[in-house]
């Protein structure tokens, strides 16, 4: 199984920061890495696919990068609605593997 | 608008049974994979298993093989999860979710999940 590793498992931030969360594959993934935010209480939701694509309706202050094993989901500048912990995923092959999440919180 | 929900989740004794279903609406199930994914309390996502358009094709977490079932009417537009030999460590809630393929794979849309507690 592919392992994917998060870091930070969480951290502190001030509205306006920059915000940078990495996410590593035990092996090679291509390209095959999403990215996805989720609230307390609430479905996840799909925030980056393809390791760089910006689903439709996602602010463009999200950002992601990378290929192979390392990827890295960036936000320009956080805003009070991005306080959320947040999952990379690999689609390469099954079984489909999730990172532990990084929790992002107010500071 | 796409939407999925789901719905069969409760209370449950270890041992026990339980079918999940998940209904879709906006658009046509029958044109795509789908997933389940669970989250047990204060813990990460972790996917269950992933059905192909005709169910002819099935994958499942290593942990739920030979117990969990994953099937799909597409006339009826629902999926489900078909939970037998339940343990505590099922206890989650499980999200269902479309698959799409847009460069790689990924899960577009989610329901809003519903809690499978196994407990005695």
């Known amino acids: 199984d592919i392992r994917m590793t998060q870091s930070p498992s969480s951290l502190s931030a001030s509205v306006g920061d920059r915000v940078t969360i990495t996410c590593r594959a035990s092996q090679s993934i291509s390209n095959s890495l999403n990215w996805y935010q989720q609230k307390p209480g609430k479905a996840p939701k799909l925030l980056i696919f393809?390791?760089?694509s910006l689903q439709s309706g996602v602010p463009l202050r999200f950002s992601g990068s990378g290929s192979g094993t390392d990827f890295t989901l960036t936000i320009s500048s956080l805003q009070p609605e991005d306080f959320a912990t947040y999952y990379c995923?690999?689609?390469?092959?099954?079984?489909?593997?999730f990172g532990q999440g990084t929790r992002v919180e107010i500071k | 608008e796409v939407q999925v929900v789901e719905s069969g989740g409760g209370l449950v004794q270890p041992g026990g049974s339980l079918r999940l279903s998940c209904g879709a609406s906006?658009?046509?199930?029958?044109?795509?994979?789908m997933s389940w994914v669970r989250q047990a309390p204060g813990k990460g996502l972790e996917w269950v298993a992933n059905?192909?358009?005709?169910?002819?094709?099935?994958y499942y977490v290593d942990s739920v093989k030979g117990r969990f079932t994953i099937s799909r009417d597409n006339a009826k537009n629902t999926l489900y999860l078909q939970m037998n030999s339940l343990r505590a460590e099922d206890t989650a809630v499980y999200y269902c979710a479309r698959i799409i393929f847009n460069n790689t794979w990924n899960n577009d849309y989610w329901g809003q999940g519903t809690l499978v507690t196994v407990s005695s």
């Open positions: 393809a390791a760089s």
């Open positions: 059905i192909k358009q005709d169910g002819s094709e099935k």
């Open positions: 995923q690999q689609c390469r092959s099954a079984p489909w593997t």
């Open positions: 906006g658009f046509n199930l029958i044109n795509y994979w």
